[in-house]
């Protein structure tokens, strides 16, 4: 595995994976976590929620519903927009019969919160998903396996309803707003932190640059707190072990925007 240097003051790691096509890459994934301040304004939380290779269920069931979804793939067509119920029954029983809408970019979650959870990830083996992850039969053992299936749609990575997903992906820079969520205000309005990820790799003897994509928004439903998640795919042109070291930084998103030319 190659040499990851963290220049953030994110979660961040490397994970190696095969794509739909078959080619070795590496997932550079970065997770920055903030708090929201009174006045609305991010900050930097003191602890970093850490990157997931798995889901974590929800309490009390074992039908395969997430509380909060792994951060293991490739890519996602979109930016998940998700909020977390509680890992706490007791405090997500406060919660229960609350009215609630939650507004960012142009996905907006309302509803009345209580079990099930409607605003949380969707089951892998949830029909929604299970369509779009491909065809597994003879032809795919005989001719593919262990490979994707030629049909699977990147679209099953999305853990959100689709109704929660944003096309396309945010930027990072996004007004949130909050109705009825926290207790004892009403209306509370934020902002995504204006921080991107960069990801840059050293590729035989090639360096690259690039701003990762914002494919993940994980709000609490508890507290003002939330976390994105940031994703760049390395392709080397043969296998992994030419990629020699990664770097990961934060940069604002104008700075971003200049350099690289984004949107």
């Avoid at 970019?105 to 509803?111: E, Q």
């Avoid at 299936?149 to 990575?157: L, N, T």
Wanted: net charge negative; glycine share 6%; proline share 8%.
């Amino acid at each position: 595995m190659p040499l990851l240097v963290n220049k953030t003051p994110f979660a961040a790691e490397l994970v190696p994976l095969i794509d739909k096509e078959g080619r070795s890459v590496i997932a550079a994934i970065v997770k920055a976590t903030y708090e929201m301040a009174p006045d609305g304004v991010p900050q930097l939380a003191a602890e970093q929620e850490p990157i997931r290779f798995a889901d974590e269920p929800a309490w009390g069931l074992d039908d395969g519903t997430a509380r909060v979804p792994s951060d293991l793939c490739d890519g996602k067509p979109g930016t998940d927009v998700v909020l977390v119920e509680p890992a706490d029954p007791v405090v997500a029983a406060t919660l229960a019969g609350r009215s609630v809408r939650v507004e960012l970019g142009g996905v907006a979650l309302a509803g009345k919160l209580g079990r099930p959870w409607q605003f949380g990830p969707v089951a892998r083996d949830d029909r929604r998903r299970r369509k779009l992850a491909g065809t597994y039969d003879d032809d795919w053992v005989q001719n593919r396996m262990p490979f994707l299936p030629a049909d699977f749609d990147a679209r099953y990575h999305q853990a959100a309803p689709p109704r929660q997903v944003s096309s396309p992906h945010l930027h990072g820079d996004e007004l949130v707003r909050f109705d009825r969520l926290h207790h004892g205000r009403d209306v509370f309005v934020s902002h995504l932190p204006d921080r991107v990820a960069v990801i840059a790799s050293v590729v035989g003897n090639t360096y690259r640059s690039t701003v990762a994509t914002l494919d993940t928004v994980l709000f609490a439903a508890e507290a003002p707190r939330m976390s994105l998640v940031w994703r760049s795919a390395i392709v080397p042109r043969r296998s992994i072990e030419e990629v020699s070291t990664v770097f990961a930084y934060a940069v604002r998103l104008r700075t971003a925007r200049e350099v690289f030319a984004t949107e």
